[in-house]
C-alpha cells in the first residue's frame, strides 16, 4: 500500500504499512510548527488483513472528525 495523508487544520497525518503489510505506521506534524519533530506512532498487527482492517477503522474515524485526504 502507498503511503496517503490527512490533514486537519495545520496537522498532516501520514499513513504508511511496514513489515509485510503488518505494522501501520501514523506520522503527525504540524505545518505551523516546522521546527518541531514529527510524532511517530506504531501499530502492530497479526496479519496483513488485521492491519488493514485497523487502518480501515483508524481513517473512518479521523475522517468523521473532520481530517480530509491531502491532495
Given at each position: 500500500m502507498e503511503p496517503f495523508a490527512l490533514s486537519h487544520g495545520t496537522q498532516v497525518r501520514t499513513f504508511a504499512v511496514e513489515d509485510d503489510g503488518c505494522t501501520i505506521v501514523l506520522t503527525t506534524t504540524d505545518t505551523s510548527q516546522p521546527e518541531r519533530p514529527p510524532h511517530v506512532g506504531y501499530e502492530v498487527?497479526?496479519?496483513?488483513?488485521?492491519?488493514?482492517?485497523?487502518?480501515?477503522?483508524?481513517?473512518?474515524?479521523?475522517?468523521?472528525q473532520g481530517w480530509l485526504p491531502v491532495g
Open positions: 498487527c497479526e496479519s496483513d488483513a488485521e492491519a488493514q482492517a485497523v487502518l480501515n477503522k483508524l481513517v473512518h474515524d479521523l475522517e468523521r
